[in-house]
């Protein structure tokens, strides 16, 4: 059965920390994403990559950064947490089609939160 | 930018009952994909149209896509316990970015 794992289902920080969310893929896609999801709010885009060494800020980059090393691995790193980063965190990854788009495949998600 | 709305935002029906979700744009949708998201789960890709004016089913789940690819609609016949959750439609903006309906929340009374 295809994957996007994420490392922790369940995470508290202290304000300041530096955090990192990992999330690893087994289906070998090229593009990986991190959503953040927020009642009222949906989903929102924070960085996405389509290629190792490669990344893209999404529509609320700040306070974030990401680094993809391996195809596989996607980390989102928050490099300060802050209390208005509480919220669930979703990696998401999917194929490149020339011309198209495949679905995503979502992780369980991250349920952060920062105190 | 691109936006897409969901209306409803919440639709409660009894069991058996159908429901209807509609996801809109200003803007000519080059493709919609339709994820289902139950509580306390997360998202899952149920579908993707393409073609104006396409119409594709899974069992009792009905998708189209309208005329002028600018809205889309998820039909479910005879709703049961377990289609309850968070309905999202998405669309392709640009290279591999998507966005994301805001989501229609499902519940179903036994």
């Known amino acids: 059965d295809v994957k996007v794992t994420q490392s922790s289902r369940y995470l508290v920080k202290r304000t300041g920390e530096k955090v990192f969310l990992e999330c690893v893929q087994d289906m070998d896609h090229e593009n990986m994403f991190w959503y953040r999801q927020d009642p009222g709010l949906g989903l929102r885009l924070i960085y996405f990559?389509?290629?190792?060494?490669?990344?893209e800020k999404g529509d609320i980059p700040e306070g974030y950064s990401v680094s993809r090393e391996k195809k596989e691995r996607f980390s989102l790193i928050l490099e300060s947490a802050s209390t208005n980063q509480t919220s669930m965190y979703l990696c998401?990854?999917?194929?490149?089609?020339?011309?198209?788009?495949?679905?995503?495949?979502f992780g369980s998600g991250t349920r952060l939160t920062v105190v | 930018g691109q936006q897409v709305m969901q209306i409803p935002q919440y639709q409660h029906v009894q069991e058996g009952e159908d429901f209807t979700t509609y996801c809109n744009s200003s803007t000519t949708l080059s493709n919609i994909q339709w994820y289902k998201q139950r509580p306390g789960g997360h998202p899952v890709f149920l579908i993707q149209l393409v073609k104006s004016g396409e119409v594709k089913k899974q069992k009792r789940l009905t998708f189209q896509f309208g005329e002028a690819k600018k809205n889309s609609s998820l039909h479910i016949t005879a709703t049961q316990t377990t289609d309850v959750g968070t309905y999202f439609c998405a669309s392709k903006t640009s290279y591999d970015k998507v966005i994301f309906g805001p989501g229609t929340s499902l519940s179903v009374i036994p």
């Open positions: 998401a990854s999917n194929s490149r089609l020339v011309g198209g788009w495949y679905g995503y495949t």
């Open positions: 990559s389509y290629d190792v060494k490669m990344k």
